[in-house]
């Protein structure tokens, strides 16, 4: 069991991570920013909270094989091995075209945020950490042999099969548990406001009901015509031959609130109580946030003190969900200077030492990005005026569908 005093928490970043990812065409400036305003709130320091050790560690670029742990060869070759422009087929082959364009410094982005996503996954294998943060990864609608949705590598994917791995002999990090007693179980969680096509597809396989090492369950809108279009984006629904109780959703409708994410999060909780697991991968995509200029569809804001809120929700995680390490990913969220409120935010509620949102974002000459946060310079990303139209009845049905979710779920384990 950890308590806050004990963690230790591995922050990854370097130079070369976030030159490249300010470049990403659908995020162009941001890592710079997420990066920058950690730094100027001191929350890179290892001084910034006393009983929380903080080491910013440099993330290893994958490699070819890093990547090949998911990714297609064909796919590997297209994204980091073309120098010039590739041909027109191999663009739609490769989904690399419309919202995933080639962009100078692909094969370096795509090296950098998968090898700094390893990295994190690695530092919690070998039980450097309990804690690791990738704020630029959490790339979670990349495919296997195709980019999708501004995501051009599946780092999330990659994390997962590395943590599912059992370590090899001599002392395994979970000392409570060998290798002979059970295989590590991975949850990941997405809390980006778009459905995790490329991370539940990835490891969805209705056919095959037994217990499972890897569950996902994600949490976003889902509706007609917005991103992405799947069949798993919908509640469960067990009767049908396309269940599998260890790839879940848990879609939301237009503007919901900390009064919805409160009333789902007994269900999520539930859920993770049941499968038990070693290690919980966390994309905390800000896309959902209030104000968001692409997405618009919820009204989610971050206030810690404020049941329901995405600072809220990140606490329980990081204070009560004991017994197993965590990652905590980046992902979609297109207001830049929100996108660094928000995870500097959640470092500092990672750190055990949350800040307050109503402090000025500093202006000293290392924090270049100052004037972007107009009007307000402070913190906050609060909620707007968006009617939520999760009604009772709704969260009823979600209620009984994650009841009848969980009651199989256990029925699985307990059989194996
Ligand atoms: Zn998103």
């Known amino acids: 069991m950890c308590s806050p005093a004990q963690f230790q928490v591995a922050y990854i970043v370097s130079q070369d991570l976030i030159k490249y990812s300010s470049r990403l065409p659908s ?22 909270s006393p009983h929380t050790r903080l080491r910013v ?10 990547l090949s742990m998911y990714h297609a060869r064909n796919y590997i070759d297209a994204i980091l091995l073309t120098v010039e422009p590739g041909t027109e087929s191999e663009s739609v082959e490769f989904g690399l075209e419309d919202d995933c364009p080639r962009f100078s410094g692909l094969p370096e982005y795509v090296r950098l945020v998968a090898g700094a996503t390893i990295t994190a996954a690695r530092v919690l294998r070998i039980g450097y950490a309990n804690i690791s943060i990738n704020w630029d990864g959490g790339r979670h609608h990349a495919q296997k042999s195709r980019a999708a949705g501004f995501c051009y590598v599946a780092d999330c994917v990659l994390a997962i099969l590395l943590l599912k791995k059992t370590l090899p002999a001599p002392a395994s990090p979970l000392s409570s548990r060998t290798p002979n007693q059970r295989k590590y179980r991975v949850m990941y969680l997405d809390l980006d406001a778009h459905f995790s096509d490329g991370v539940s597809q990835a490891f969805y396989s209705p056919a095959n009901l037994k217990s499972k090492q890897v569950l996902t369950l994600s949490v976003h809108h889902a509706a007609p015509g917005f991103f992405p279009s799947s069949p798993l984006a919908q509640l469960p629904f067990e009767p049908s031959t396309s269940f599998d109780p260890f790839t879940l959703s848990l879609p939301l409708l237009e503007g919901a609130s900390v009064k919805t994410f409160a009333n789902i999060w007994p269900h999520v909780e539930c859920i993770k109580d049941i499968f038990n697991p070693d290690y919980v991968v966390v994309q905390c995509g800000v896309d959902g946030l209030a104000g968001d200029p692409k997405c618009k569809v919820f009204n989610w804001c971050l206030d810690v003190a404020i049941e329901g809120s995405l600072g809220w929700c990140v606490s329980r995680i990081v204070n009560e969900w004991k017994g197993s390490r965590k990652l905590f990913l980046g992902g979609g969220g297109y207001h830049s200077p929100n996108a660094a409120r928000t995870w500097s935010y959640l470092t500092s509620i990672i750190l055990g030492k949350p800040l307050s949102l109503s402090i000025n974002i500093p202006d000293d000459p290392s924090h270049s990005g100052f004037p972007l946060y107009a009007p307000t310079f402070t913190l906050d990303v609060p909620s707007g005026n968006m009617i939520d139209k999760n009604t009772a009845e709704y969260l009823a049905d979600v209620q009984n569908r994650f009841e009848r979710v969980s009651e199989i779920l256990r029925g699985v384990l307990q059989s194996q």
């Open 27 to 48: 995020n162009v400036g941001r890592s710079i920013l997420v990066h920058s305003l950690a730094n100027a709130l001191g929350l890179l320091s290892q001084d910034y």
């Open 57 to 66: 560690i440099k993330p290893d670029p994958a490699t070819f094989d890093d």
